[in-house]
């Protein structure tokens, strides 16, 4: 049985053989390619073809021992056995070389090709395509006016919000540029150095001359008309920062004479929170004069907030000086008690600052009732947010001096009617721990609103669904909304844009008759690659106009929003 099963074996694999070889031999005549997958299931046969792959399907069967047999990754169950295989070649019943030939020449064979645009490798370093304004082109690469003439100009988006284009250079452009006028890299690294010297001497030359002139005015008058922040303590905040520095440098004057006339503890702690006052609300004078500067380069965001730096700081002096030393001069008075004198002209004093810190306070009050009611803020939120720290140091501090007075006028009542100085020392305590509370208070305060406090919730939410309902927006994510203090709040937002939208946008503002015959043009990859180059910058523009008009229509709808930054996800 085994010889027999082992010499059928050997007619099929020389049958099979000769099978090929006519196969390949026909291929060779039609194509000079370098391979052909000839597939028997699992068995692939390589056939010597350099243009197209051709595949042919063949079947093989192999024969256990016992004479069953046994497919190799077949599923068809009808294919012939060897021996009719063998028999139908040998008969003629199967098919004929020539007609297997004839069968490959006609079909028709498919290729498909997968047309990959060639990558650019951009390095880590690249600016062929960058723009550079006028300013820096002259600035960065020593040129002049003229030589900016014969450039390329591009207009582009302002990011500014009084423009709507501006000019633009080729950064490629404006070097080609800068050789050709210095002639080398090493002439213009040379001329930039001058230029940075001689910018630091004309920094110096400014210092010297703005004190020359300073000293020039101080000499012969300045004849400059009122400035606006002059201005500025003629109104609002500063206006009553200037009556309270007035009134309560007179109280000073009037308590310190009395304290030296009658050695009352309690007149020399009043004496002592006037003169805390004054100091505190000069301080803030120069605070509010400070936030009127306009930004610089150091600080892009203005000076606002040195009326919080300068309310702190009031703060800090009204526990020390007025706290601390009231503290003092009472735990002494305990300590070592001495008799007063006659109290008449202390309660004349006291009854005078009364009626000048009542008016103070009042004139606060009502600047602070104005201003919330104009924040859509009740009285007790517009003080407790500071939203105006100088005008808050100034109602804290008169209040607290209203109250000062008449506990240091019952405290020295108390002492004339028994006798007994201790009731005096213990008023002096008692107007300290008022200015220790009120010191703390702004201490707080200020301290919140300098660390960058979020805004209300009911802001932040209208802030979110106005941008939300726009078409243009699919979702917002990381908000951030900081109140920069005096009313100004700056907006910051991860934003999902629907790229459908802005692309209809930008067609919705096109020819499309024209776009279609510049489609129906594009024939070779290389028109392909230039039709989507142009189209897609011109996409990326329509997305940051899109940017544009949201802020926009931020800072329009929300006045408080002076910065936003829209961040595209």
């Given at each position: 049985m085994m010889p027999a099963l082992a010499a059928q074996r050997r007619g099929c694999r020389s049958l099979y053989g000769l099978y090929l070889r006519g196969q390949a031999a026909a291929l060779r005549r039609a194509c000079h390619g370098w391979q052909a997958s000839m597939?028997?299931?699992?068995?692939?046969?390589?056939?010597?073809?350099?243009?197209?792959?051709?595949?042919?399907?063949?079947?093989?069967?192999?024969?256990?021992?016992?004479?069953?047999?046994?497919?190799?990754?077949?599923?068809?169950?009808?294919?012939?056995?060897?021996?009719?295989?063998?028999?139908k070649v040998g008969t003629g019943q199967g098919t004929s070389n020539a007609d297997q030939k004839q069968s490959f020449l006609k079909d028709p064979i498919q290729v498909k090709v997968k047309a990959v645009l060639k990558k650019r490798e951009y390095g880590p370093k690249y600016t062929q395509n960058n723009f550079i304004t006028g300013v820096r082109a002259i600035n960065e690469f020593c040129l002049k006016s003229s030589d900016l003439d014969q450039l390329r100009k591009i207009k582009r988006r302002?990011?500014?919000?009084?423009?709507?284009?501006?000019?633009?250079?080729?950064?490629?452009?404006?070097?080609?540029?800068?050789?050709?006028?210095?002639?080398?890299?090493?002439?213009?690294?040379?001329?930039?150095?001058?230029?940075?010297?001689?910018?630091?001497?004309?920094?110096?030359?400014?210092?010297?001359?703005?004190?020359?002139?300073?000293?020039?005015?101080?000499?012969?008058?300045?004849?400059?008309?009122?400035?606006?922040?002059?201005?500025?303590?003629?109104?609002?905040?500063?206006?009553?920062?200037?009556?309270?520095?007035?009134?309560?440098?007179?109280?000073?004057?009037?308590?310190?004479?009395?304290?030296?006339?009658?050695?009352?503890?309690?007149?020399?702690?009043?004496?002592?929170?006037?003169?805390?006052d004054t100091c505190n609300q000069a301080l803030l004078a120069l605070?509010?004069?400070?936030?009127?500067?306009?930004?610089?380069?150091?600080?892009?965001?203005?000076f606002t907030n040195m009326r919080y730096i300068a309310s702190l700081i009031s703060g800090v002096g009204i526990f020390m000086m007025g706290a601390g030393l009231s503290w003092y001069h009472g735990i002494m008075g305990l300590l070592h008690p001495h008799p007063i004198e006659s109290l008449l002209w202390a309660y004349c004093i006291l009854a005078g600052s009364l009626v000048s810190e009542g008016a103070t306070l009042l004139v606060a009050i009502n600047e602070i009732r104005r201003s919330a009611r104009a924040k859509g803020l009740s009285f007790y939120q517009y003080v407790v947010q500071s939203r105006d720290p100088s005008t808050n140091v100034v109602l804290l501090e008169d209040a607290a001096a209203v109250l000062s007075v008449a506990v240091a006028a019952t405290c020295m009542g108390l002492t004339s009617l028994t006798g007994n100085p201790y009731y005096d020392s213990v008023g002096s305590l008692g107007v300290g721990t008022l200015l220790g509370t009120v010191s703390a208070f702004l201490i707080y305060t200020n301290t919140e609103a300098l660390l960058g406090r979020s805004i209300q919730p009911e802001q932040l939410q209208r802030l979110t669904e106005l941008?939300?309902?726009?078409?243009?927006?699919?979702?917002?994510?990381?908000?951030?909304?900081?109140?920069?203090?005096?009313?100004?709040?700056?907006?910051?937002?991860?934003?999902?844009?629907?790229?459908?939208?802005?692309?209809?946008?930008?067609?919705?503002?096109?020819?499309?008759?024209?776009?279609?015959?510049?489609?129906?043009?594009?024939?070779t990859l290389e028109e392909l690659e230039a039709f989507m180059l142009k189209h897609g910058e011109n996409i990326i523009d329509t997305l940051g106009a899109e940017v544009d008009r949201l802020e926009k229509d931020l800072k329009q709808r929300n006045p408080d929003v002076r910065h936003v930054d829209l961040e595209i996800l």
């Amino acid at each position: 049985m085994m010889p027999a099963l082992a010499a059928q074996r050997r007619g099929c694999r020389s049958l099979y053989g000769l099978y090929l070889r006519g196969q390949a031999a026909a291929l060779r005549r039609a194509c000079h390619g370098w391979q052909a997958s000839m597939k028997s299931v699992s068995l692939p046969c390589i056939l010597p073809c350099n243009r197209l792959p051709v595949q042919l399907m063949s079947q093989v069967r192999v024969y256990t021992s016992s004479g069953q047999k046994k497919d190799l990754g077949s599923e068809d169950k009808n294919v012939p056995t060897s021996e009719e295989t063998v028999n139908k070649v040998g008969t003629g019943q199967g098919t004929s070389n020539a007609d297997q030939k004839q069968s490959f020449l006609k079909d028709p064979i498919q290729v498909k090709v997968k047309a990959v645009l060639k990558k650019r490798e951009y390095g880590p370093k690249y600016t062929q395509n960058n723009f550079i304004t006028g300013v820096r082109a002259i600035n960065e690469f020593c040129l002049k006016s003229s030589d900016l003439d014969q450039l390329r100009k591009i207009k582009r988006r302002s990011p500014h919000d009084d423009t709507e284009t501006f000019t633009v250079y080729l950064r490629s452009d404006v070097e080609a540029k800068s050789l050709e006028v210095w002639g080398s890299p090493e002439a213009l690294a040379r001329e930039r150095k001058r230029r940075k010297e001689e910018e630091i001497k004309y920094r110096e030359n400014l210092f010297r001359n703005q004190r020359l002139l300073k000293e020039y005015r101080e000499f012969f008058g300045n004849t400059k008309p009122r400035s606006s922040t002059a201005a500025m303590f003629f109104k609002g905040p500063g206006k009553v920062v200037m009556v309270a520095i007035c009134i309560n440098g007179l109280n000073f004057f009037f308590k310190l004479l009395a304290w030296v006339y009658t050695g009352s503890a309690s007149m020399f702690s009043e004496a002592i929170h006037s003169l805390a006052d004054t100091c505190n609300q000069a301080l803030l004078a120069l605070g509010i004069s400070q936030s009127a500067r306009t930004p610089d380069p150091s600080h892009p965001y203005g000076f606002t907030n040195m009326r919080y730096i300068a309310s702190l700081i009031s703060g800090v002096g009204i526990f020390m000086m007025g706290a601390g030393l009231s503290w003092y001069h009472g735990i002494m008075g305990l300590l070592h008690p001495h008799p007063i004198e006659s109290l008449l002209w202390a309660y004349c004093i006291l009854a005078g600052s009364l009626v000048s810190e009542g008016a103070t306070l009042l004139v606060a009050i009502n600047e602070i009732r104005r201003s919330a009611r104009a924040k859509g803020l009740s009285f007790y939120q517009y003080v407790v947010q500071s939203r105006d720290p100088s005008t808050n140091v100034v109602l804290l501090e008169d209040a607290a001096a209203v109250l000062s007075v008449a506990v240091a006028a019952t405290c020295m009542g108390l002492t004339s009617l028994t006798g007994n100085p201790y009731y005096d020392s213990v008023g002096s305590l008692g107007v300290g721990t008022l200015l220790g509370t009120v010191s703390a208070f702004l201490i707080y305060t200020n301290t919140e609103a300098l660390l960058g406090r979020s805004i209300q919730p009911e802001q932040l939410q209208r802030l979110t669904e106005l941008l939300e309902s726009d078409p243009v927006v699919r979702a917002i994510h990381d908000v951030k909304a900081t109140d920069m203090g005096m009313s100004k709040v700056r907006f910051k937002a991860e934003v999902d844009f629907d790229g459908r939208v802005v692309t209809r946008s930008y067609l919705e503002k096109q020819d499309i008759e024209q776009l279609l015959q510049e489609i129906q043009q594009v024939k070779t990859l290389e028109e392909l690659e230039a039709f989507m180059l142009k189209h897609g910058e011109n996409i990326i523009d329509t997305l940051g106009a899109e940017v544009d008009r949201l802020e926009k229509d931020l800072k329009q709808r929300n006045p408080d929003v002076r910065h936003v930054d829209l961040e595209i996800l």
